[in-house]
């Protein structure tokens, strides 16, 4: 049953929110309440894979509602990513880097619900495909901003905040950590390296 549950959490998760967000109208209330739903799961799988990563980095105990988070987790997880298990660190990229992800398709599955609402509420006067949503929201969490595409009411401005503010807590908290926790894994290597070169010199 658990091995089921693993293969249907991609589609739960990825394409039923997408596919609500696109076609709100068609999928009536009941298919926008279950979409958001899924996405508010999604969201929590996000939170679950940050903490486990800040977790490792920063040593420290994930709060109990995190830890009760991260058991449900484990449904849609059963190998359970847990970058402890590994012994090291450097692991540690690969939860990252699912987190981050999945913050930037559940933005895009947020775009995308509200350009179908109002389709005036992007640059480019229709609602959003789901390439389009994922493109804006990768340069979003970027902060590239090419102006192909652009937001142009205020909800679809608040979303990019959000998403452009939660982004940078990312670069601060998890990517600096990582980049970090590589610079002083290499430096003792580094070191050890030229240590030996000086040596072999001196014979």
């Not at 981050?100 to 995308?112: E, L, M, R, T």
């Not at 002083?184 to 040596?199: N, Q, R, V």
């Amino acid at each position: 049953m658990l091995a089921l549950l693993s293969l249907l959490a991609p589609v739960y998760l990825f394409v039923v929110p997408m596919l609500a967000a696109a076609a709100p109208q068609q999928s009536g209330v009941g298919g926008v309440i279950f979409g958001a739903f899924m996405l508010i799961q999604l969201w929590m799988l996000v939170g679950v894979f940050a903490f486990d990563t800040a977790a490792e980095f920063y040593n420290y105990r994930p709060p109990r509602f995190f830890r009760v988070m991260k058991m449900m987790g484990n449904v849609f997880d059963p190998h359970r990513v847990n970058v402890r298990s590994r012994g090291s660190a450097s692991w540690a990229i690969v939860p990252m880097m699912l987190s981050y992800s999945a913050f930037n398709y559940a933005f895009a599955v947020i775009y995308v619900f509200i350009s179908s609402i109002e389709p005036a509420s992007f640059s480019t006067g229709k609602p959003l495909g789901v390439v389009e949503a994922i493109y804006f929201s990768a340069i979003t969490a970027a902060t590239v901003g090419y102006g192909d595409i652009a937001p142009k009411s205020d909800i679809a401005r608040l979303a990019v905040v959000a998403q452009v503010s939660l982004s940078l807590i990312y670069v601060v908290t998890l990517f600096s950590a990582f980049a970090s926790h590589l610079r002083d894994h290499a430096s003792p290597k580094i070191g050890k390296t030229a240590s030996e070169s000086e040596l072999t010199g001196a014979d």
